[in-house]
Nanobody
């Protein structure tokens, strides 16, 4: 029903910035909570941020004040603006979608992108 495609990953030095994009296709947009997750090797997938159908946002404590989630409804695209990047931010980043209210639990999201790699060097 919903297909998600991430892009914008790459390598950046600590303290730098990077913006990720997630394009959605199919039955997307209205009615969906959109979220960003990341997973580093050996670690569990962790929720980063989400944005509700009415634009309300929430953030994981470790990225609060550094990352900003936003969406362009006309383009059906979700963004994650990342500032002051740290080496510990290195991970595969995924966008995800679920119907209805937002959640920080990955198991509740039905739709996932393929991921885009972010590498932050010290």
């Amino acid at each position: 029903q919903v297909q998600l495609v991430e892009s914008g990953g790459g390598s950046v030095q600590a303290g730098g910035t990077l913006t990720l994009s997630c394009a959605s296709f199919g039955d997307s947009g209205s009615g969906l909570c959109m979220a960003w997750f990341r997973q580093a090797p050996g670690n569990q997938r962790e929720w980063l941020s989400s944005i509700s159908t009415v634009g309300s946002t929430n953030y994981r404590d470790s990225v609060k004040g550094r990352f900003t989630i936003s969406q362009d409804n006309a383009k059906n695209t979700l963004y994650l603006h990342m500032n002051s990047l740290k080496p510990e931010d290195t991970a595969m980043y995924y966008c995800a979608a679920r119907w209805g209210d937002c959640s920080s639990h990955s198991s509740t999201y039905r739709h996932w992108g393929q991921g885009t790699q972010v590498t932050v060097s010290s």
